[in-house]
């Protein structure tokens, strides 16, 4: 589906109990390239969604080994008061890339998640911005972001992920090479801004090994940990300052350690003797 326009939903609009399925395989990528929405706000129906927007009582989206690549005028993938939206990798080496098998790269920006279910797994998000690569407004809904790697995303904004409620687990995830100070501001890996619904978080087992910026930003409240539900366990990170007082398992190591092996040809698999590997129980 590509070079698409409309109001919203660029390549597909979807609503009404509606179920999309998109499967790649082992020659190519189920692909969303290059649509656009042309609506802007304040136009009614934000946010539009560029390559799909799914809305509505039992709709669901599933891409599966599958690339969404530049899409323009709105974030890449928008879900509003739908069922789910998943996102994987199923093929494994016979897929159709054998690194990047499902990746949303060089898009506007990335997830708008409102009130829906997010599975999020062995993806690649890359080049993404200057809007956040996701936007997380899942209400009580449940969010898994687990084996997936953020790197060099062109932040405007000053945060990678926005949480604004949800029961959100983000585990085993690699961040690098996103934050830098080139913009005039601070740059976080995590924004947390407190809205209806769960506000569960569980940030366990990753790597954030970015060379500036801070792990989390709580807006100066030391009191947000407190609306917040958290557990952050078993973690390296580049920098420990923004984390909350219940954080355990955790080393602060520089994010230029040289954990991957060909961080400049941007092949972020482990080191055999990297720090990360069995670091935990």
Known sequence: ???NRAKRGGGVFANSGALLRFYGGSQ?????DSNS????YP???WPYGSGARIEGAGTRLELHDSWVLN???DCAIVAVDADSVLIDRTLGADCHDP???SLLAGNLCGLNIENTGLTLRETFLEENGPGEVAFLEANSRPVLIEGSVFARNNLGRPRIITLRSGQTRIVYSTFADNLTDATGWTQYVLGLEPADGSRDLTFVGNLVAETAGVLVDTYDSPAMWDVWNELFDCLIVHDGTSLPPVSTGTQI???SSPYFIDRAGHDYHLNADSAPIDICD
């Open 1 to 3: 589906i590509v070079g």
């Open 28 to 32: 190519h990528p189920a692909t969303l």
């Open 37 to 40: 929405s042309t609506a802007a």
């Open 43 to 45: 136009d009614p129906g």
């Open 71 to 73: 899409q323009t005028g």
């Open 99 to 101: 690194v990047r098998c």
């Open 253 to 255: 190591l520089p994010g």
